[in-house]
C-alpha cells in the first residue's frame, strides 16, 4: 500500500494534532483516516478535520491506511494491537507507534508478527506545530518508510532519529515529559515573583516570556548552555547569587533524578505490557 495514506487508532489531542498539521501542510484530507470509538469525539474530529474519513471500526482503518498510527494510551494498546493483528497482516502498513513504553518486538508480535514497526515519542507542543519527536524504526523497517513517519511527524515539530530503542525511554524523560519540567519552573518562578511583591498576571508574564525568549536564544545562538548563562551572570551580580543557590540546593542532582525516575517508568511500562500480554 502507498505510504501517502495514513490512518490512526484513536482520535485523541495528538491525533488531532498530527492530522491537523498534516492538513495545513497541505496533504489531502482523502488520504487520512481515524478511527475512534467515541461518537462524540468523531463529531467533534469531523468538524475539526473536514474530508478526513472517520469511522468507529479500527480494521476499516488500517484496510485505508499505508501508514497506521497507534494513537492510544499504553495500558490499552496491547488489547488494541490483538484486535487489529488480522487487519494488519491483510494490508501490511507501516506501523507508527506513538504510545509511551511498549517496545518495538511486543507491538510486531500483537499485531501478528513481520511488520514494519516505528516508535515515536513526541511531546505535548506538536499541539501548536512546536513539537520534537525521537524516533526509531525495527529492521524490518526499510528507508523509505522511515523517511515517511518523519515527514509525518514533521507536520508538528521537529524529528530527531536516535541510535537505539532504548533511547526511546531516554526521549520520553528529556523531552516527551520535558513540557511539564518547564511549565513547573515557570509556575515557580512566577509564584515565587509575586511572593516578592509582584502582580500575579505580571510575574506569571515575566516568566512565561523569559522561557520564551530564553529557549529561542537556545536554539538560535550556536552557543553552548555555559556560554549563554555566563552572558547573563556577572560576578558577584544578581544572577550569580541565584545560581548559586540554586546549586547549593542540589539543583542539578535534582533534575538528575527526575529524569532518571522517568527513563524508568517507561522502562517499567513497556515490561509490563510484555508481561501481561504474556499471561
Known sequence: MNL???G???GGNMTRAIAGGLLD???DAKKVSIA?????QREALAASLPGVFISANNAEVVARSGCVILSVKPQIITAVCKDLASAVQAAKPLVISIAAGPRMEDIDNWL???NAVVRVMPNQPALLRKGVAGIYGNDMTTEEQMAAATNILSA???VVAVANEADIDAVTAVSGSGPAYFYLLIDMIAKTGVELGLDEDVALRLAAETAVGATTLAQQSGESMGTLISRVRSPGGTTAAALDALEAGGIRDIFVTALTAARDRATELADQAHNDSQE
Open 4 to 6: 501517502d495514506t495514513v
Open 8 to 10: 490512526f487508532i484513536g
Open 25 to 27: 501542510d497541505g496533504f
Open 36 to 40: 475512534e470509538p467515541s461518537a462524540e
Open 112 to 114: 501478528g508478527g513481520g
Open 156 to 158: 508538528v515539530g521537529a
